[in-house]
């Protein structure tokens, strides 16, 4: 055999190339990026399931529209009573009155004229005298809550003072507020006179 010929006419396999999997010239995977031990590094894409999509919009949208019934809740006191109704519920609040300032409670018109022994007051626009320690019913109804434009609920109260003496030239009166089922605290809010001072029980 001739020495300068040898391997002459042998023909050998090409070189694996990135298309059959197998590692190429110089070790490598066809170009592929690889770790330290000559293996391919897989980079793990990123994307959004179309499942959780859905989910995060339908979450976002249902949230967008909590917001907005909660900022458009409306109470109307103006509802006649449920004849028959009973009212099981009740919270009690002291509310300190003074003579002369028109408030309302429960959407009734009330001014304090004298705090005295007796209370005399005008109770939408009818003159009163209260004694003391006995109650007075001031207002009786049904409250009509709604948001959006739809009823979320009604919820029949009646509201009773109680004086309790004088204050200086102001009036102490208890407001019994009683509900035919639990009130929210907007409702209450609603039924109790503003810019006076409030306390519970």
């Given amino acids: 055999m001739d020495p300068d010929n040898h391997g002459e006419g042998r023909e050998y396999p090409p070189e694996e190339t990135e298309e059959t999997g197998e590692p190429g010239e110089g070790g490598g995977w066809g170009g592929a990026e690889t770790d330290i031990d000559g293996m391919p590094v897989h980079y793990a894409t990123t994307g959004s399931h179309p499942a959780f999509t859905a989910l995060a919009i339908t979450l976002v949208i249902i949230l967008a529209l909590a917001v907005a019934a909660y900022g458009t809740l409306e109470i109307d006191l103006g509802l006649p009573p449920v004849p028959g109704e009973t009212y099981p519920y009740a919270t009690t609040y002291s509310a300190v009155i003074p ?5 309302t409670v429960a959407g009734i018109p ?32 049904t409250a009509q809550t709604s948001s959006l434009g739809f009823e979320l609920s009604r919820t029949g109260y009646q509201v009773d003072a109680i004086y309790q003496g004088a204050e200086g030239t102001s009036a102490d009166l208890s407001l019994v507020i009683m509900t035919s089922q639990r009130a929210s605290s907007r409702l209450v809010k609603a039924i109790l006179p503003t810019g006076v001072e409030i306390t519970p029980g």
Avoid at 99 to 103: E, F, K, T
Avoid at 121 to 134: A, R
Wanted: net charge negative.
């Fill in 99 to 103: 003579a002369g300032q028109p408030v």
């Fill in 110 to 141: 009330l001014v304090v004229l004298n705090a005295g022994d007796t209370l005399r007051l005008v109770v939408n626009g009818s003159p009163e005298e209260f004694i003391t320690g006995e109650p007075y019913t001031i207002a009786r109804g």
